[in-house]
């Protein structure tokens, strides 16, 4: 389907966000298993969160405190005259009370602000923050394939947090930019794990199309079924494509809910859109009004670390890394404070970042299966630098500095202990380096001499040939400098 020049796109944004908490949002039941144990249904339940008669829910007060600081991050305004939970009336199996508490008329955060760069149209947008709330998560209902379904109420409860953008997304690219952006703030404040794949971060777009130059809303279709961004980027170009074919054919298009078909690449019908009025909000009467107070506030704004936004200006400007250097590094939080360590440990920002975003992230990469990420590698930042040292000195070459790194996510060994045991310590004494050049020009003479007569491709032969004798320890820059002369004698 080709999308019409015709139509304006107006996407919204709806993100829902497990927040990072040891108990859900309303009794004293664990979010989690405990480490290195299996997640078996139905194990983390109690009589609150399974609705039992004469139970009554009880504020998580870390949740409030994870909400506000996505708020303050969001450049939102934190609501503190009322806060009000209600009652989020409807009927479906996964939901144990037969409603949801949540916020609506009174949420914590309103009325923010998010600059997201677009690297794919290669400019930012300004995104409005409409809300950002707390509710709790439903239980996970699986359909099974002989007519039943499963129930598991070990996430029901669990504290969500909903954030909620304007209109004011105008393409597929702006999507996605827009949810990674987020999902970063979220990482860099802990308040989620923002990871789709395992569903603790999901996302939904609403999605209209108008004729250019009106300002009148198109009718809002909302897609799900969305658990990667590049889910998120193609839902949207279909769903922006259908329309516009649609309208284009004189159709007229329905309020609804579609659900994304990863393997089809298209949005199918599921149901009727809800609006508010059909859920029935009324204020919660088992929780009192929060009125966070300006103190609890403010000390929430003091505690907010660099966000990835700050980190990238001051990695590009204070640096003098290269945009792709700074965006690299930012992406993963535990990756930046690993770069930030290595340049403290006295390593200038660019060698570090290529050490960094280079070999080191291969590694990280290719160890990825093991779990293991930049704040658990057994190599701290100061064995990096003094690695990354050892190569600009001249001690180590940077091929077997490459070998040392390995070994050392391999073994657990420090860079020091793998030169040593290797015997990769670099050859940088002009003695040393001329016996091997004299053997190397006595082994392949009739190569001598032809570069002697006009044949300079030679040169690249002979120098791997000498270090191949010294297996790569023999410092390059000396190699070519003594060969060079050698052989103009």
Known sequence: MAVSTRYETIIGIEVHAQLRTESKMFCSCATAPPPGEKDEPNTRTCPVCMALPGTLPVINRKAVELVMLTGLALDCEIQTAAVRFERKNYFYPDLPKGYQISQYALPLCANGRLEVPVPAEETSVSIGITRAHLEEDTARLQHGGRGYSLLDFNRAGVPLMEIVTEPDVRSPAQARAYGETLRDILRYIGASDGDMETGSMRIEGNVSLRPIGTDAFGTKVEVKNLNSFRSLERAMEFEVARQADALERGERLVQETRGWHETEGRTMTQRAKEEANDYRYFPEPDLPPLRPSEEWVARLRASLPELPAARRARYVDGLSLSAYDAEVLTADLALADYFDAVVAAGIAPKSAANWVTGEFSRLLNQHAAEGLRSSAVGLRPAGLAELISGVEGGKVSAANAKTVLAEVFATGESPKAVVDR???????????????????????????????????????????QVMKRTAGRADARLVNDELRRRLEE
């Open 422 to 464: 290797l015997g990769l310590q670099q050859v940088g004494d002009a003695e040393s380096i001329g016996a091997e050049i004299e053997a190397v020009m006595a082994e392949f003479p009739s190569q001598v001499a032809e570069y002697r007569s006009g044949k300079p491709q030679l040169f690249g032969f002979l120098v791997g």
